[in-house]
């Protein structure tokens, strides 16, 4: 195989990846391939395998017909082994690339990562804020609610004060929150109590930490979508494997008890 151009100061030598940057790749795809959506860790008994690997989209060693399919096309980074020119990727997706790259491919996967990067930014904001194990106990609980506790703890419509905190410009968002509100309020609110009370949280620490984390959030984005979509996405990162709807359920819940959104002056 021929290799790359060595004029090009483009193309360093590779650089290792760590653990922690390993997880950056990871949370900035949100646990997902950005390519055909397969889940990238698998649960194996008490272990997660790796099903993911860390592509360059430019190649690092390009070969001859590489350089000219991809000539004078854009490139992330200042250099291939910069962070914005590396995408986690199903190992699939990520042969699949290296072996057929077309300019098309290129593109899109140049794409991909671009969106990624400029939501990035707010995510940066709320990553550092360490959530509690305990709130894993309240997801898996979550994940395990049949529909006959469900049916029995629903709560009234009219006990509703999300429509206070959301505008109507954002209906969709209205809609989803108080539709998890309605189903889920009253069993998140006593599973947080039992575990509150056994001493196995602090629910007044989980409260605090959300609310920060709001208040963080809320400094980066106005859009109150965005916001909701950020806090979700954190709280998902703290529990790797957890669903987006328990977390969705888990924000709506702090919607509801007015740690997140403030009441509407008017
Ligand atoms: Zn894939």
């Known amino acids: 195989m021929e290799k790359r151009k060595l004029n090009d100061p483009y193309l360093i030598e ?8 390993d997880n950056a790749y990871l949370l900035e795809v949100g646990g997902i391939c950005p390519l055909c ?3 990238l860790l698998l649960g194996k008994g008490k ?3 790796k099903k993911y690997q860390i592509a360059h989209i430019y190649p690092n060693s390009p070969t001859i017909d590489e350089i000219k399919e991809l000539e004078g096309l854009e490139r ?3 250099n291939c082994e910069d962070f914005q020119n590396k995408i986690a990727l199903c190992k699939d997706c990520h042969g699949y690339y290296d072996d057929h790259k077309t300019k098309e491919e290129y593109i899109n996967l140049l794409r991909i990562k671009k969106g ?14 360490d959530l509690e194990q305990e709130i894993i106990l309240v997801i898996n609980a979550l ?9 029995k703890m629903r709560l009234e419509y009219k006990a509703l004060k999300v429509s206070n905190k959301i505008e109507d410009e954002y209906a ?3 809609i989803k929150i108080e539709g998890y509100v309605c189903s889920f309020f009253n069993f998140i609110k006593e599973t947080f109590q039992d575990l509150d009370q056994t001493g196995k949280i602090d629910f007044e620490l ?12 809320e400094k980066e984005i106005t859009n109150k979508s965005e916001i909701f979509e950020s806090l979700v996405e954190w709280l998902q990162s703290k529990v790797v494997g957890s669903s987006k709807e328990a977390c969705e359920a888990i924000i709506s819940y702090f919607v509801q008890n007015c740690e997140v959104f403030h009441e509407i002056t008017k």
Request: proline share 0%.
């Open 14 to 21: 590779r650089i290792g990846i760590t653990d922690n940057m």
């Open 37 to 39: 959506g397969e889940y």
């Open 47 to 49: 272990r997660m395998n």
């Open 76 to 78: 992330l980074g200042t």
């Open 116 to 129: 990624l990067l400029s939501t990035s930014k707010a995510k940066i904001a709320v990553s550092h804020q």
């Open 143 to 151: 994940s395990k609610i049949d529909g006959k506790t469900l049916e």
């Open 172 to 174: 969709l968002l209205k």
């Open 206 to 217: 989980i409260a605090s930490e959300i609310k920060t984390t709001f208040l963080k959030c």
